[in-house]
């Protein structure tokens, strides 16, 4: 596989097709999500009351769910607009915010995933391995250390919950039924300011509503987040410049350079 052209082509078709993106996000970045989904060239709503989710989840190509300021009443809305998409074939992507930190997160996080079907679940070293039974701990929204593999933690989760895991961190790895992928872009400085995380979410949901093979979607949106970071990189060294510059290399990426600057291989 060709990596680079294959996810210059999805950008592509993400700009072209203009998916709408379904977001029941997270209150702390939902500003941040919106933008993001806009800049990369599809189409943000934030809908999260339970009388308008259904409806809202059926007329977009993608559905966000990320558990960063979670309570009970809003994991309902998610089950409504998640059994929604499911019947009607829309991609679901779970950001999994929190998981392990504590037992509602944890609780509620499993019970989405028991209840769903995803297309993506994404989430840092210590939320992956908690979702998948392994012993991890979660510090607040950051990952702790996890001991062991984290290829085989994110096999041994898209394995146990049938879908596509992203891990985030230094190298980002993305896992499905048959393949695990590295993507190595991406710069510090996008650990530097809140948000990037809940961000990246709203990508893969933008890349599922364009493509619906969901490890190449994946791939093609963590490896575009990557290189849009490593361009605001070269234009700005302090967090809030870094984060505006991040904004329009998002905007102004390109196939062909994704194409050259992607650093994705399979293991």
Known sequence: MEWGKESGRILNEVREKKPLVHHLTNWVTIYDCANVTRAIGALPVMAHAREEVKEMASIAQALVFNIGTLTPAFVQSMLLAGEKANELGIPVILDAVGAGATTLRTKKAKE???????????????????????????????????????????????KSSGTTVVITGKEDIVSGAEKTVLVKNGHELMGCFVGTGCMLASVLGAFCGAERDSLKAAVAGTSCFGIAGELAAKKASAPAAYKNEFFDALFRLDAGTVEKMAKVSEV
């Not at 209840?115 to 991890?136: R, T, Y």
């Not at 990952?143 to 096999?155: F, I, K, P």
Request: charged share 25%.
């Open 112 to 158: 989405l995933m028991e209840s769903l079907q995803f297309a993506v679940i994404k989430g840092n070293a210590s939320e992956a391995a908690v979702l998948a039974g392994l012993d991890a701990k979660t510090r607040g929204v950051e990952a702790s250390r996890v001991e062991g593999n984290l290829e085989e933690v994110a096999r041994i989760l898209s």
